[in-house]
């Protein structure tokens, strides 16, 4: 009977709002949006929250652009969006939580090849230094053998020699 009653008898106060039952209940925070000037997050701290309570899901996007849900293009030097903004592409690994910038391996393989190779090179050039260095004392050595012998001439004989 109140069913009934409720649909003849209109509402004392008409609105024009529909109820929402989930504000009452659970309140969403409001988000802050950072100014132009505010500096940039710790989006990597943010992303190391996020899997800490995530699922077994590998991601390949960088930290900032998961954060923003934003399209990742993963490149060898960092996402498109990082490198226009100038910001280090961090990423998040999902198993150990660590945090490392994108491409600094393949950075640190190319400066150890580099390092190797400047290696060999000098390596290569002191074993020249000392063969030179091996040929000068011997003639050093023969100098000083032709220094020390006796020289005739028609005046007679003589030893050259230091004063």
């Known amino acids: 009977m109140d069913s009934l ?15 929402n039952n989930d504000t009452a209940e659970n309140p969403k925070p409001k988000k802050h ?5 505010e500096p940039e997050p710790d989006w990597s701290a943010q992303m190391r929250e996020k899997v800490a309570k995530s699922s077994n899901r590998v991601g390949h996007a960088c930290d900032r652009c998961k954060l923003k849900k934003m399209r990742c293009t993963p490149d060898v030097n960092g996402c498109g969006c990082c490198i226009v903004l100038n910001l280090p592409c961090k990423v998040t690994d999902r198993v150990t939580g660590e945090t490392f910038v ?5 950075k ?12 060999i090179d000098q390596k290569m050039q002191i074993a020249i230094w000392q063969h030179k260095c091996a040929l000068l004392e011997q ?5 000083q053998e032709r220094t020390n012998t006796p020289v005739s001439d ?10």
Request: proline share 8%; charged share 30%; hydrophobic share 25%.
């Open 139 to 143: 003639m050093v050595e023969n100098l």
């Open 33 to 37: 949006r950072r100014g132009r000037h």
């Open 108 to 119: 640190m393989y190319q400066e150890i090849d580099k390092l190797q190779q400047e290696s």
């Open 154 to 163: 028609d005046f007679g004989t003589f030893e050259v020699g230091y004063i």
């Open 5 to 19: 009653n409720r649909i003849i008898s209109p509402d004392p106060e008409p609105s024009n709002k529909r109820p």
């Open 102 to 106: 994108r491409g600094a391996a393949g």
